[in-house]
């Protein structure tokens, strides 16, 4: 799968309860970017008109194709 997140990290965090702080987030591939807390409203408004700037259609299919193989491999373990 296409991700950035470590599998040391996913490991970490779903077996030993591991909390990471917001830069040790960032950096194991939890999160994108730290903002400090009076720049939060701001960015996740940039990010968004990011966002709408994008052909709906295409986006659509991008974010399905990137999905598909986690998705897959989900159905395929509930199979009986």
Do not use: C, M, W
Not at 2 to 29: E, I
Not at 37 to 54: F, M, V
Request: net charge positive.
């Amino acid at each position: 799968p296409f991700s950035s997140l470590s599998h040391q990290a996913l490991t970490q965090a779903v077996l030993n309860a591991t909390l990471y702080a917001p830069d040790a987030a960032r950096d194991a591939g939890f999160i994108d970017e730290v903002v400090p807390a009076e720049s939060l409203t701001a960015r996740a408004h940039g990010a968004a008109n990011t966002l709408r700037q994008l052909d709906p259609k295409a986006f659509a299919q991008t974010k399905r194709a990137l999905r598909e193989p986690a998705a897959e491999q989900i159905r395929r373990s509930l199979r009986p």
